[in-house]
């Protein structure tokens, strides 16, 4: 079992930054990509962001060049780095680990973004 614990999350106006942090634990050996997910109020939770374990990142096109995505393996610990922050950002953000087939996900962290 692997258990993830997002911090980091709050309130925010628009173009400023806030960063995420998720860290695991558990049975951390063998995680391979890791990714961040939101769901905005009445509307489905969306990837925003993923790292594999090489470190190769992508970004959904709503975040790229605003939010940055990084990994410290030593830490088992995955960051989301949001900046140029707005409105449209708002949401709960959750933190995934893929497992030898199986995803984990934290329990979420509300971020608000207002005007």
């Known amino acids: 079992q692997v258990q993830l614990v997002e911090s980091g999350g709050g309130w925010g106006q628009a173009g400023e930054s806030l960063r995420l942090a998720c860290a695991a634990a558990?049975?951390?050996?063998?995680?391979?990509?890791m990714a961040w997910f939101r769901q905005a109020p009445g509307k489905q939770r969306e990837v925003v962001a993923e790292?594999?374990?090489?470190?190769?990142?992508d970004y959904s096109e709503a975040v790229k060049g605003r939010f940055t995505i990084s990994r410290d393996y030593a830490k088992n610990t995955v960051y989301l780095q949001m900046d140029s922050l707005n409105p449209e950002d708002t949401g709960v953000y959750f933190c995934?680990?893929?497992?030898?087939?199986?995803?984990?996900w934290g329990k979420g962290t509300l971020v608000t973004v207002s005007s």
């Open positions: 790292i594999s374990s090489e470190s190769d990142t």
């Open positions: 558990g049975s951390v050996v063998g995680i391979s990509s």
């Open positions: 995934a680990a893929s497992r030898r087939g199986t995803t984990y």
